[in-house]
């Protein structure tokens, strides 16, 4: 238990601490207008109270990604818990703050306009391509796990297809109508449900702390195949909503429209990350401490889905109303991203075909593909689509990272926040593309029977990681003494 203490600790001293660092590096500015002071449309650009925009990230950049990906994550063993603290405070949450600052400057944009101004035109547009159908991939995938339990929750006749119907209709609510009027109202109310139910969850595990193992104790990977399952990289992707995520910087942007001053940036888009994170190791502690351990998590997990567990713990802990708060949670979660996933997605294709979101008819040409789209894409495997999802969402943090390294350098700040992480993500995603089976394995393992070997990828990761530094010092040397504007190019 002294090792939770201090790790939940470190995470709350790193927003207070480092957060205020990572601020002052970019130069916050309070007395800048933010978007939505100059351009409030009222549907996108609405200014809402600070609580309601911290909510609504939380929920936005949340998902199942703390709680069933540190349940799931936290099998690789102690140095779980250690990513899930330095990688939020130290590459998270300056990945999601970095992002909203970026976007606050650049009048809301989205990330692929945000990432193109840095990295170049070349790089803009396939951003585009690969942002937008990320979003509407995870607006697919986050249909399926709230059916499923709401199926199982409600009478035969309400079956899985009928709660897909019902969840995508909502999808479409939440991405044609003003910010304000459905998700400013609801995310409130399902972002206090799960943080109560955190708390509650983080209260019962100091009951039960003689069951709690510390972190120096057992320390390996306790996967029950560690060869296959090898720390670096499997568990960096594992676990990305905890620690870094992607996905986040495409939500950041969001919020950006609807900030009323940018004193607000680091408690909505940093607070909003180091709260994910003590979410994720709250339920990552409570995973182990539940179960008995490594082993008990082991044998409990089996074969099924991290949701069984959840309902075991909040209901054994928490009592009946645990148990509704539990069902909400794991119902609400992956709703409350895969709605602003495709508004998202609206946004982007919005921003690059330079098309204004007044109008509703507006917004029903750019939506209506979309939904056409996603709907396709939900007729696929569930499980195919969520195996590529993993690192295709590490991929898109990765130039975030880079297109953020560069904007600092040329704006002559310290830009080592944002390069350390850059690199180490770039060498996590390619070798995890290159060694996991759901990387190009998938495809080489028709010719190359055996797989791609584990020092090959991670060479192949490291190389890549060296390559853009090496093009990211380059840049460096066109840069004019004096801070002037410039852009670069890794085309």
């Not at 109270?49 to 063993?77: C, D, E, H, R, S």
């Amino acid at each position: 238990m002294i090792s939770f203490t201090l790790s939940l600790l470190f995470l709350i001293a790193g927003y207070f601490v480092y957060g205020k660092y990572v601020s002052s590096v970019f130069g916050q500015d309070s007395s800048r207008p933010t978007p939505v002071n100059r351009l409030a449309d009222g549907v996108d650009f609405v200014k809402l109270p600070t609580w309601k925009v911290f909510l609504i990230q939380f929920l936005n950049i949340a998902g199942l990604g703390p709680i069933f990906g540190a349940i799931m994550g936290v099998m690789f063993g102690p140095a779980a818990f250690l990513w899930i603290v330095f990688g939020t405070i130290f590459a998270g949450a300056v990945h999601d703050y970095m992002a909203g600052m970026l976007s606050l400057r650049r009048d809301g944009a989205s990330l692929p306009e945000i990432v193109g101004d840095n990295l170049g035109s070349g790089i803009k547009n396939a951003m585009r391509v690969f942002s937008l159908l990320l979003m509407i991939l995870v607006g697919a995938v986050f249909v399926y796990n709230p059916a499923d339990l709401l199926a199982m929750l409600t009478p035969d006749h309400l079956d899985k297809m009928f709660w897909i119907v019902v969840i995508f209709a909502y999808y479409m609510l939440a991405t044609l109508l003003p910010i304000d009027k459905l998700i400013g109202k609801l995310y409130p109310l399902f972002g206090i449900a799960l943080l109560f139910m955190a708390v509650g969850i983080l209260t019962m595990l100091y009951a039960h702390a003689a069951d709690m193992p510390e972190i120096w104790s057992d320390f390996y990977n306790h996967k029950a195949d560690p060869e296959a399952n090898p720390i670096f990289p499997m568990m960096f992707v594992s676990i990305a909503c905890g620690a870094i995520s992607g996905f986040h910087a495409t939500q950041s942007p969001m919020m950006a429209r609807c900030l009323d001053n940018e004193r607000h940036a680091r408690p909505v888009f940093y607070g909003a990350m180091v709260t994910e994170g003590i979410v994720a190791l709250v339920w990552a502690a409570a995973a182990i401490t539940f179960t008995g351990g490594y082993d008990g998590l082991e044998n409990t997990l089996g074969g099924s889905s991290p949701a069984v567990l959840v309902n075991l713990i909040s209901r054994s802990w928490l009592g009946t109303f645990g148990g509704i708060l539990a069902i909400l949670g794991v119902i609400a979660a992956p709703i409350t991203s895969g709605d602003t996933a495709l508004r998202s997605a609206r946004l982007i294709a919005a921003d690059f075909m330079g098309t204004g979101q007044k109008s509703i008819s507006k917004r029903l040409m750019i939506s209506i593909p979309i939904f056409a789209v996603c709907f396709i894409i939900m007729l696929l495997p569930y499980e195919a689509l969520w195996r590529y999802f993993a690192w295709c969402n590490q991929v898109l943090s990765v130039f975030t990272l880079w297109a953020i390294t560069v904007y600092l350098a040329r704006e002559r700040k310290a830009y080592v926040i944002t390069l350390v992480p850059a690199m180490f993500m770039t060498a996590v995603t390619v070798t995890y593309i290159f060694y996991a089976p759901e990387g190009l394995p998938s495809i080489t393992n028709l010719i190359w029977q055996e797989g791609i070997p584990y020092l090959a990828a991670s060479g192949a990761g490291i190389a890549v990681s060296g390559i853009f530094l090496y093009l990211f010092g380059r840049y460096l040397q066109t840069l004019p003494a004096p801070a002037t504007a410039g852009q670069a190019s890794f085309d």
